[in-house]
C-alpha cells in the first residue's frame, strides 16, 4: 500500500485518487454516511464508488452515488447531504432516482393539459417533443441527475430550427422547475445549457398569406375541389369570418344564431379567454346552412364541421393540406393576415379593423374600450363578403 493510502479520519481528494487496496472508507462522523468503495477489476484496475448509509422510515439503507472519478468527492458529498436533508424534511430521497425525466415531463403535460385550449395544439406538441427529442436523450435519466451538459446533447439536435429550439428549452426549463417543486432537484441548469449554444438568430416566421384580390379565385378552386363538403365549406367560412382554424375546426351549432346572423365564440374556447361575438355576412349564412344539410342528425358532437371519416374534429392539418394540395400560396391562419390586409388597403379604422380579427386592446385604451362594435363590424363583414363573392 502506497504512503498516500493511509486511512484519513476525513476523505481527501488526494486519497481518494492514490488509494489502491481494496475496502470501505468513511467520510468520518459528519460525513452523512458516506463512503468510497475500492475493488480490484479484472483488467488490473481500481473500482471506486460512492454510497451512502441512512436511516429511512426507522430502517438503514444503502444509497448508491455514483462512481468516481465522474463523481466527484465534492459532488459526492453534494448528494449525500441532499439525502439526508429530504429525509429530515420528510422525503424518501430513493424517489430522486425513480422518477425519470421523460416522467417529470408527462406529469407537467397532465397537470396543464385541463388548462390548455381545445382548438389549441399545445398538448400535441409537447408530447411530440418529448417523443422525437426527449425520449431518445435525456428521457429515461433520473431527472436528479440531468446536468447542463446532457440539456446541450438535446438542444444540439434542434439548433437549426430556432423557433423548435426556444420551444424546445422553455419546456425543458418547465420540467426542470416542476421537479423542483417536488424535491426531485435542487436547481434548473437549462440557462446554463442555453448559454454554452451559438446564440440563435431571432427569426421572425409570419404565415403565409394570400393578396386578397386573389382570394375569390382560391375560394372558386376550393369549392371545385374534390375535398370533403365539410372540409370545403369551412375553408370558406374561415375566409369568411377572419377566424382562426381551431375555432372553426371545433364549432359546435349551438354557437350560431341563423336567424340573428351571429356566431358567439364562447370563452372557453376563445384565444383571448373572453366570449366573442362574430356578424355573419349574408354568404357565411348560406355556408352553415349548406354545412347543416351535410349534418349526420345522429352525430351528438354537435359539431358543425366533423370529419366524414371519424365524425370528431378534424385535425390541424387538414385545412393547410387542402390548401397546398390546390397550389394555394397561404396557411389556413393566414387568411386573416388577407382579410387584414384588404382592411389597411380598403381604408377600415385600425380600431374596427382589430376588433373584427378578435384582437385585444391593451393598455389604457383597451380599458376603456368597453364595446364589441357588432353593428359595425356587421357592416364591415359584409363589404368583405361582396368583395371575395
Sequence with gaps: MSSSSSRPKVLTAAFVRT????????????????????????????????????????????????AYPAVSLALARERALANRQAVEEGRDPRRRNAVTFSDAMVSVIELHRTNWKPTSNTEQSWRSLLANHIDATIGPMPVAEVAAADVVAVLDRVWDRPELARRTAQRISTTMKYAMGRGLREADPTAAAVAAMPKLRHRTNHQRALHHSDLPYALKMVRASAAAAATKLAVELLA??????????????DEFDLDTAVWTIPAARYKTGTQFRI????????????????????????????????????SDATYVKLLRELDIPTSAHGLRATFRSWCSDAGVPRDLAEMALGHVVRGVEGAYARSDMLERRRTLMQQWNDYIA
Excluded: M
Excluded at 489502491?20 to 472508507?25: P, S, T, V
Excluded at 349534418?295 to 378534424?314: E, H, K, Q, W, Y
Design 19 to 66: 488509494i489502491n487496496r481494496a475496502g470501505r472508507y468513511g467520510d468520518g462522523r459528519g460525513g452523512h454516511g458516506l463512503s468510497l468503495l475500492v475493488k480490484p477489476t479484472v483488467n488490473g484496475r481500481w473500482s471506486k464508488t460512492w454510497a451512502q448509509r441512512i436511516r429511512i422510515g426507522g430502517r438503514v439503507v444503502s444509497l448508491g452515488l455514483g
Design 240 to 253: 369568411l369570418t377572419a377566424t382562426r382554424p381551431g375555432e372553426v375546426r371545433c364549432a359546435t351549432w
Design 279 to 314: 356578424p355573419l355576412s349574408t354568404r357565411a349564412v348560406e355556408v352553415l346552412t349548406e354545412a347543416r344539410s351535410h349534418t349526420n342528425n345522429n352525430d351528438n358532437t354537435g359539431l358543425v364541421f366533423p370529419s366524414p371519416i371519424t365524425g370528431r374534429a378534424v
